[in-house]
């Protein structure tokens, strides 16, 4: 008899989070449809802001009803649904499918905040998965929408392949990318501190390795960590990054564009609230905002950058990998996600150039951003960096 993918837990937790988001976007359509009714109902004008009001009468009553019998029909399903997963817990090291996996880190990345606030299942926390031990541990951090068994690909695992070449001991994080980059940040600054404290024999060197987002996420966890004097970062020798938007991404900045352009009508505001559901993770893309006070106390939807300057850390070798679609080193698409000079660290601005030396980058030509993960080009540039 062919053995289960999943255990009975594991698909309650999966179907308790499904089912919150199921309330939650029942909850945020009728919001927008009776928002839009009431604009309607009051014939505003076709551009300028409309502040929402409650519809009335009958009206109301439905918009009313339906928002309430949906989240008393979600709670009461959730309750039971909780009390059945407590009696069909898994076992601590029970695993679920890649793609299940994959799924789940998508929705992170593009829900991951509202799945904390909401105390959803689904939503992943900070966690750090290596096996053995070995004095050159090599942290790998994934990228938005991603987790960290998807640095297997097409067969090649970068961590792995340098793990078996020179001896690093890989460790692979895992977060909800739909945090703010700080907040990842400095719950992976936290992480390594502990583990690095416990770690069973000395560490001559510690490496790391970012991919798109992740690449951002370990400079605000160095970064952080030297503001609270953690001890990590003085092991810390080699840093790299593969195809990471240190001055944003463009489909972002177009995503905030559409965003604002919403808000112009009455009638088009309320879908700002479907534009509006990407996450604190992804809105930080638009700048490549590293700190909390690059966003504290603003919109994450205005556009204006006011990221503070965060210099490479001194003493620590850095190097970036740059995709290209094209055989040439042109073209503002880059590698499909992140345009050549944000991968580079190239900005107009002088103060917020990284000031990479001409040996410590790389444009991988023809390479899309995911290629990054399995280019044998790569790698080898990889393994003559950190040798």
């Given at each position: 008899m062919k053995k289960p993918s999943r255990r009975p837990a594991a698909l309650i937790r999966d179907l308790r989070g499904g089912l919150r988001l199921i309330t939650d976007g029942v909850g945020g359509v009728t919001g927008l449809v009776e928002s839009l009714h009431g604009r309607i109902a009051r014939v505003s004008p076709p551009l300028g802001q409309v502040a929402d009001a409650p519809t009335r009468g009958i009206t109301g009553l439905v918009y009313r009803s339906i928002r309430g019998t949906t989240g008393l029909v979600g709670a009461g399903l959730d309750a039971a649904l909780a009390r059945l997963q407590e009696q069909l817990q898994d076992a601590p090291d029970a695993q679920s499918g890649r793609r299940r996996e994959a799924v789940v880190a998508a929705l992170n990345g593009v829900l991951g905040d509202h799945l904390l606030r909401s105390g959803n299942p689904l939503a992943q926390q900070m966690t750090l998965r290596f096996q053995g031990s070995g004095p050159k541990p090599l942290l790998l951090i994934h990228g938005l929408c991603m987790n960290d068994q998807q640095w297997l690909r097409d067969g090649h695992d970068h961590g792995q392949a340098l793990a078996d070449e020179q001896g690093f001991t890989p460790i692979y994080a895992r977060y909800n990318s739909g945090l703010h980059i700080s907040a990842n940040g400095l719950a992976l600054a936290e992480e390594l501190e502990r583990l690095l404290q416990r770690w069973p024999e000395p560490v001559e060197q510690l490496a790391i390795i970012g991919h798109s987002m992740g690449g951002l996420l370990a400079r605000s966890a160095v970064q952080q960590a030297l503001q609270r004097d953690m001890a990590w970062p003085l092991l810390l020798r080699r840093l790299v990054f593969l195809g990471s938007p240190h001055h944003g991404a463009p489909l972002e900045r177009a995503g905030n564009w559409l965003h604002q352009g919403l808000g112009l009508s009455p009638y088009l505001a309320p879908f700002t609230r479907l534009?509006?559901?990407?996450?604190?993770?992804?809105?930080?893309?638009?700048?490549?905002?590293?700190?909390?006070?690059?966003?504290?106390?603003?919109?994450?939807?205005?556009?204006?950058?006011?990221?503070?300057?965060?210099?490479l850390p001194q003493g620590v070798g850095c190097y970036a990998v740059a995709g290209t679609l094209g055989r040439s080193d042109g073209g503002w698409l880059g590698d499909g996600l992140v345009p050549l000079d944000s991968a580079l660290g190239r900005h107009t601005h002088p103060q917020r150039r990284l000031r990479l030396p001409a040996s410590n980058h790389w444009v991988a030509r023809g390479t899309h951003h995911l290629d990054l993960l399995s280019s044998p080009a790569v790698y080898a540039r990889l393994k003559r960096w950190l040798s």
């Open positions: 534009s509006g559901l990407r996450s604190a993770g992804i809105t930080d893309l638009r700048h490549g905002n590293l700190l909390e006070a690059d966003w504290v106390g603003e919109s994450r939807f205005v556009g204006r950058d006011r990221r503070v300057v965060v210099p």
